[in-house]
């Protein structure tokens, strides 16, 4: 079982930047794959990126691609969300999940979730 605990959200300008961290517990982060995902008021929750193993391969979602930035560090059982460039269209609460076998964007492949972390950008 791993637990996941994110941070750093807050108001920010479009244009403006935001990182994102989630902690894991336990002792095994390193053999989870982790993902970011984000729901808007009234809309489904959304793929944002994801991260493998190891760290080597990331992938996203095209409306981020260029902007945000996934990245890991085992040694501190923390996931990264950098977001630069923010948009409106962006603000969301902001989940980062974890999942043992698979590596992508499908939600219900993923087993543990955090609370979340509410993101907002003004105009």
């Known amino acids: 079982q791993v637990q996941l605990v994110e941070s750093g959200g807050g108001l920010v300008q479009a244009g403006g930047s935001l990182r994102l961290s989630c902690e894991a517990s336990?002792?095994?982060?390193?053999?989870?794959?982790m993902g970011w995902f984000r729901q808007a008021p009234g809309k489904e929750r959304d793929f944002v990126a994801a991260i493998n193993w190891s760290g080597s391969s990331t992938y996203y979602a095209d409306s981020v691609k260029g902007r945000f930035t996934i990245s890991r560090d085992n040694a501190k059982n923390t996931v990264y969300l950098q977001m630069n460039s923010l948009k409106p269209e962006d603000t969301a609460v902001y989940y980062c999940?974890?999942?043992?076998?698979?590596?992508?964007?499908?939600?219900?492949?993923?087993?543990?979730w955090g609370q979340g972390t509410q993101v907002t950008v003004s105009s």
């Open positions: 336990g002792r095994t982060f390193s053999s989870y794959v």
């Open positions: 999940a974890a999942s043992r076998n698979f590596y992508g964007g499908r939600s219900r492949e993923y087993d543990h």
